[in-house]
């Protein structure tokens, strides 16, 4: 999909990320972990967001159709692993679209550049740029940034999660039947048993959203602006910033099999109820 008034990818595109790279870690070599973070998706997020507009978007495609990757994508993960590689030289790498390394102090960031990339590549506002800082694959904060609405989620199971640095308000018990769900189930498992075990659970909500950026939906579920949140088979970084804030506004977070699912104590006590007696998980 190309951006019909773009210009052509620039030949230097690696050239002037490492230049950004450069300039960023000049600016916040003493930044603390959580600084760094908020600071890392802020100028990823509005990194894509400039290259939306400036350069030819050719999606390349993934494991489908709408499983695709961008320069913008691959531009924005240089820049916040390029980063991190010599910030934080010491924890590991793991990025949606390939950064890797091995982490010697135990931690282990995890990067998802832009969140949304179909949304992003549509012309939607709905993307993100998402980054998790991990420990025995727990989350330590998330951090993600909404380049359109201009703020930044930002926290962790002991960091009270802030939107724009304001916290959120807690969250409070209540069932499914009087939440929205966001949730994702792409077209292709319709024909398997996961698509009823799916329904089973989403028939219970009071209504269903299906917006396409795991990390968005998740830092709305800990902000309150939806109810909860269920999906299967989701990658680490689909899944780790987004858990991170949920948690950090007092709600909780399970795998149950292969789906993940977040919400209020309560409702995921539900979801968990519905899914363990479900025929498929």
Known sequence: MTKGTAAANPPNMEEMIDALTKTFVISHETDSDEHLAQALVFNAGRLAWRLRSSVDLKAEQK????????????????????????????????????ASSDSSSGRRWVIDPIDGTWNFTSGSDYFCSALALVEDDNPIF????????????????????TRDGQPVPRLDKAPMSQLCLGTYLHPTRFGEPVKKTWEQVISNFGTVRMLGSASIDLGSVADGTLGAWLQHSVAEWDWQPGRALVEGAGGSTARVGKWCIAGNSQVVKEMAEVLNNADSI
Do not use: I
């Open 63 to 98: 494991t489908n159709v709408t499983d695709v990757v961008t320069v913008a994508d691959r531009a924005a993960e240089r820049f916040v692993a390029g980063v991190l590689a010599q910030l934080r030289p010491e924890d590991g790498l793991l990025g949606e679209e390939g």
């Open 142 to 161: 998330g951090a993600v940034h909404r380049p359109a609405m201009g703020y930044t989620w930002f926290g962790g199971p002991g960091l009270p999660t």
